[in-house]
């Protein structure tokens, strides 16, 4: 059957991951996040000096940007790729809520981008591809034959978020979560590279109201009409 590239692009915790990688295993394609390769540049910042209590040194990392390797591996287990920095898995490492608070900034650095944005234009390029992030339909494949913006309420994702940081033992307050789901909408949408925004052609999914099952089967059908048409 004729593979296409599927991008899907939206604000935080809109799920956004939860939907690829189950249509990815689904469809027996390629699952990306691309949040976790801005996340890895900025665990690398952390661990390297350049990003100190609320100092970013933004030309030091520039500059130290050819020693970051980003790379997934795929894990049988858990049926989908995990990112790696380095050669060092470093999956959980980068969901902390400190890495959140860095993150945005991080990916407002337009040669970080351009690094990260050629390299997943490279692992997309045979298509059979279900990529998340922000600027996935906009800049990485334009061209993409299925566009999705995901979107819900910040409290829903805010709730999301903080369960998910519940459940794996962190200690968080749930309007700090909030507070850093507002600040990152706010900085995604505005930066001046690739800001956060719906590609003409995307389709809109609120997925406030609606389950996992009924988001997969929305996503799955529209797959369905792209491949038969
Ligand atoms: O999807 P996420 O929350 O893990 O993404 C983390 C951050 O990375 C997000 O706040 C914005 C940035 N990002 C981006 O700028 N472009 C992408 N394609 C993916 C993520």
Redesign the pocket.
């Known amino acids: 059957m004729r593979k296409i590239t599927i991008a899907i692009?939206g604000f935080?915790?809109t799920g956004?991951?939860t939907v690829a990688k189950r249509l990815a295993k689904y469809l027996g394609y390629v699952y990306v996040?691309?949040?976790?390769?801005?996340?890895a540049v900025t665990l690398y910042a952390m661990q390297h000096g350049f990003i100190q209590a609320d100092c970013f040194d933004q030309e030091g990392l520039i500059s130290a940007l050819e020693e970051v390797k980003i790379s997934f591996k795929f894990n049988e287990d858990l049926g989908y790729a995990e990112v790696y920095l380095n050669g060092k898995n470093v999956e959980k490492a980068i969901r902390t809520l400190e890495v959140?608070q860095f993150?945005?900034q991080?990916?407002t650095v337009s040669e970080v981008?351009k690094q990260?944005v050629k390299q997943?234009q490279s692992l997309g390029q045979d298509k059979g591809v279900v990529m998340?992030?922000?600027?996935?339909g906009t800049v990485?494949f334009p061209d993409a034959e299925l566009k999705l913006f995901m979107t819900a309420s910040a409290e829903k994702r805010a709730q999301r978020r903080y369960d998910e940081l519940l459940e794996r033992g962190d200690d968080v307050a749930y309007e700090a979560v909030l507070k850093n789901v507002q600040t990152?909408d706010r900085?995604?949408s505005t930066?001046e590279d690739?800001p956060?925004m719906k590609a003409d052609d995307a389709i809109e999914v609120d997925n406030s109201n609606m389950s996992l099952d009924e988001q997969f089967e929305y996503i799955l059908r529209l797959y369905k009409d792209k491949i038969n048409n």
């Open positions: 692009d935080s915790s956004k991951s996040d691309t949040g976790a390769m801005y996340r959140s993150v945005s991080v990916a981008r990260l997943q998340d992030g922000r600027d996935i990485v990152r900085i995604d930066r690739s956060l």
